[in-house]
């Protein structure tokens, strides 16, 4: 007997950026030509969508992440993480190009800085991958990858075959060349700033749901803003203790992904989200932190409103 043809249904595919992190425990920033001494040291995949794919896997949703690792240790060992997190791996490209690394320095206040080495990488071509094997609900782009992005975002709103969302954590020449492409606009206060070319959060979302449908700009300890259709309100952050916020807000969208694809109504859908942003800052590191469906159902009892 053939095999089918058909393509697989999946809840959430994320496309975008996959990395390598170094995560170090530091005391402070180091000065110039100061030498410090790391109380920690972990390592484990990361990158907004890698990162949002395992988000949405650990919440109960049949994920896939499509983007670049490289042929390299790093690329192996982040390959075999996600797979063991149980993300679809078809549509990953690997190469003789290095996986992108990030060394991320977090402070004892939870606070981070990052650098991140992408060598000779580049991003894929727009025919580098074919995504006609996976059907998604949600498609969830970062914007590090816009050759393969924005004709798939296009093709999406065309055909009305999914939702998509975009994380737009700055503005650059993916996030900007997709925004106006998405059913979701998700980004951050950086973003909105950098956009609109003055920090307002309130008139930035204003004028950016003239671009997108729904926009939601978060606002890290102070919650968020959304505005959808015409009713726009705020959702108070969930109090936690921070360790390390380098993930938050790729398990934000993550989370996001995964409430659309469930259809969550619109207050539940970011609570779910900032509950799992939240939880993601109580621990060292990423990936290890993405928090569980049970955690963040133990979150959420708690409770907290949408204004």
């Known amino acids: 007997m053939a095999k089918s ?17 170094l995560v170090l425990s530091v005391p402070h920033h180091p000065d110039a030509d100061e030498k410090l001494f790391a109380d920690s040291l972990l ?3 990361g990158g907004p969508a890698a990162n949002a794919a395992v988000t949405a896997a650990r919440l109960g949703s049949r994920a896939a992440f499509a983007g670049y690792l490289g042929q390299d240790l790093y690329g192996s060992t982040h390959l075999e993480e996600l797979q063991h997190a149980r993300v679809d791996t078809r549509l990953v490209v690997r190469g003789s190009s290095p996986t992108p690394l990030s060394v991320v320095l977090v402070k004892p206040d939870g606070r981070r800085a990052l650098v991140n080495y992408k060598g000779g990488t580049e991003a894929l ?4 991958i074919d995504f006609s094997p996976l059907a998604p609900r949600v498609v969830l782009f970062d914007g590090h990858e816009p050759d393969i992005s924005t004709p798939l975002a296009t093709d999406i709103r065309r055909a009305g075959s999914a939702i998509t969302v975009l994380d737009a954590g700055s503005l650059h020449r993916g996030t900007q060349a997709l925004m106006g492409h998405v059913d979701h606009l998700v980004c951050s206060e950086k973003f909105a700033a950098q956009w609109l070319q003055k920090d307002d959060p309130a008139e930035a979302l ?13 606002l890290g300890e102070r919650g968020l803003i959304w505005r959808i259709g015409g009713e726009q309100g705020t959702l108070t952050a969930f109090e936690i203790h921070a360790v390390d916020t380098t993930g938050a807000g790729d398990t934000f969208h993550g989370a996001f ?3 659309l694809a469930a259809g969550l109504p619109w207050a539940e859908l970011l609570r779910l989200a900032s509950a799992a942003g939240a939880l993601c800052c109580e621990r060292l590191g990423a990936r290890p932190a993405i928090p569980t469906q049970a955690e963040v159902s133990a979150l ?7 204004g």
């Open 5 to 21: 043809s058909s393509p697989a249904t999946l809840d959430v595919l994320c496309v975008g950026h996959a990395s390598f992190d």
């Open 257 to 259: 992904a995964a409430g």
């Open 300 to 306: 959420l009892s708690r409770g907290t409103a949408v």
């Open 125 to 128: 071509r727009a025919d580098a």
């Open 206 to 218: 204003g004028r950016l749901a003239q671009v997108a449908p729904a926009v939601v700009i978060t």
């Open 43 to 45: 390592g484990c995949g």
